[in-house]
Each structure stands twice: as structure tokens, then as C-alpha cells.
Nanobody
Framework: QVQLVESGGGLVQAGGSLRLSCATS????????MGWFRQAPGKEREFVAG????????YFADSVKGRFTISRDNAKNTVYLQMNSLKPEDTAVYYC???????????????????WGQGTQVTVSS
């Protein structure tokens, strides 16, 4: 059974940091592009960051560029999202996802990703 399990969410004050983890199992994700998305109440799910299979290529939404970093440890089948200088507008449920059709390019649309986690809540207070 394919599983993506996010963890690390929580409540943090503005300016603080959190690190999200996405543990994968059930298939070989080391050759997949992995992405992080988020969805705030009443809004569509949006792309946050992506990382190619080797970790050598990353891409970020403009709203998080310079504040968030994405990394992966293929030996541990885990992807991370380090979030610094958090803002109240970063409040959302954060999802990790696997794009099984691309290795080097990073798609920003949800339809490109075949597998999804259940999400982890991030709340940033002002």
C-alpha cells in the first residue's frame, strides 16, 4: 500500500519556524519528483515547493521563496519542508505529493501528482 505521511505541523508565532516531514512507503519514491502543496480554508490547493529526484533541482512559489527550503533523504524515503520566518498567511493544511511521471522537471499543478498524503495543519499566529 502506497503511503505518504506528513508530520511536523503545529501552532507557531509569526516569525517562527517549523519543519515538516513526509515519510513515504509502498513504492520507490526515490526516482519521483516530490512536491509540497497547501490549502487554506476557502481556497484552492496551491503549490509551495518541489524537488527533483536527486535533490539537485528545487522550485518554490514566489510567496515562500527565500523563507522555505525543501530537501529529501532518499535513503530514508523522506522529504522535508523547512519553513522559516513564518507569516499568518502561511496558515494552511500542508500536503506532500509524488509525481511519478517526472524526475527532473517540477510541476506546479495538483493534477501532475499521483499520490498524496493526508495533510498536516500549520497555524501561524500574529
Amino acid at each position: 500500500q502506497v503511503q505518504l505521511v506528513e508530520s511536523g505541523g503545529g501552532l507557531v508565532q509569526a516569525g517562527g519556524s517549523l519543519r515538516l516531514s513526509c515519510a513515504t512507503s509502498g513504492r520507490t519514491f526515490s526516482t519521483d519528483t516530490m512536491g509540497w502543496f497547501r490549502q487554506a480554508p476557502g481556497k484552492e490547493r496551491e503549490f509551495v515547493a518541489g524537488i527533483a529526484w536527486s535533490g539537485g533541482r528545487t522550485y518554490f512559489a514566489d510567496s515562500v521563496k527565500g523563507r522555505f527550503t525543501i530537501s529529501r533523504d532518499n535513503a530514508k524515503n523522506t522529504v522535508y519542508l523547512q519553513m522559516n520566518s513564518l507569516k499568518p498567511e502561511d496558515t494552511a493544511v500542508y500536503y506532500c505529493a509524488a509525481d511519478t511521471t517526472r524526475q527532473w522537471t517540477i510541476a506546479v499543478v495538483t493534477t501532475a501528482y499521483a499520490y498524496w498524503g493526508q495533510g498536516t495543519q500549520v497555524t501561524v499566529s500574529s
